[in-house]
């Protein structure tokens, strides 16, 4: 049984005083709340690591310092982007690859979304691998044929050290702030796709979702949609809201694992 996780994606949101100011509220609310069974991670923008990570460690909130994207070359004329080195020099454990926002608005391919994966895992870094169809797939019935094809495009030439090192985030592109959440039964069906995909692949990774996930909708997709934890957008900028979404699933995997 993989141990639950939530990792809030803060995207291009808070400045560095910002960051602080919310990594401190997290610290509060962690200590005021315990949390027993879920690990927590952030990822911040780039510029705010540093800071995060440094309140993150002084104050011992606990969380898992996460990136939201790495390059996958080692170092090198690549204006503009940051290593894996780089990353992991400021204590950076985990790193989200291939958002659906950087796939769509950055040209993000399956074939680089695999190198990068490579390179993360293959370091010993957590890999937050995102998958997911958009509405029009969706709309086609093909979607579990869409996200088993992006996962055996991204996790298929993993070597073996890598292999452990992997996080599936399903992440229908129609349910990112949007407000629209996927109905359980649809993230359940997903699930267990995924889950026969990664077993095909030789693969256990925990299963996360993304997408509107909020307090009010947390409980349930953690108790019946069968997923092992989710990857927060909107919800993650504000403390209470994101601690209270890691506060139901710590509930969930309580009471019924
Ligand atoms: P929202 O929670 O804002 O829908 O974003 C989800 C997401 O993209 C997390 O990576």
Redesign the pocket.
């Known amino acids: 049984m993989p141990t639950p996780a939530v990792y809030g ?1 803060w995207k291009m949101n808070l400045d560095v005083v910002e960051a602080i100011h919310l990594t401190q509220q997290l610290g509060v609310l962690r200590r005021r709340s315990p949390l027993e069974h879920v690990e927590v991670g952030v990822a911040p923008p780039f510029v705010d690591l540093r800071s995060v990570g440094s309140v993150n460690e002084a104050d011992r909130i606990g969380l898992v310092l996460c990136a939201q994207h790495v390059n996958e070359h080692e170092s090198g004329a690549f204006t503009g982007e940051v290593s894996l080195a780089m990353l992991e020099r400021l204590g950076v454990r985990a790193v989200i690859v291939g ?1 659906s926002e950087r796939r769509r608005l950055y040209g993000m391919d399956d074939a680089l979304v695999a190198s990068t994966v490579a390179r993360v895992a293959g370091a010993g870094l957590r890999a937050i691998v995102c998958v997911g169809e958009d509405a029009e797939v969706r709309a086609s019935g093909g979607e579990e044929a869409f996200v088993a094809e992006q996962l055996r495009a991204a996790l298929g030439g993993l070597t073996e050290g890598a292999r452990g090192n992997v996080t599936v985030a399903y ?1 229908p592109l129609w ?3 949007t407000g629209v959440v996927a109905e359980t039964a649809q993230v359940a069906a997903q699930n267990h796709s995924i889950r026969v995909t990664l077993d095909e692949l030789g693969l256990e990774a925990p299963v996360l979702y ?4 909020s307090p009010e909708n947390a409980a349930e997709l953690a108790r019946e949609g069968a997923v092992d934890g989710f ?5 993650s900028l504000r403390a209470e809201a994101f601690h209270a979404v890691c506060r139901a699933v710590d509930d969930c995997y309580a009471s019924t694992r």
């Open positions: 994606n958002h992440e349910a990112i702030g993304g997408g509107s996930v990857l927060v957008g909107g919800a």
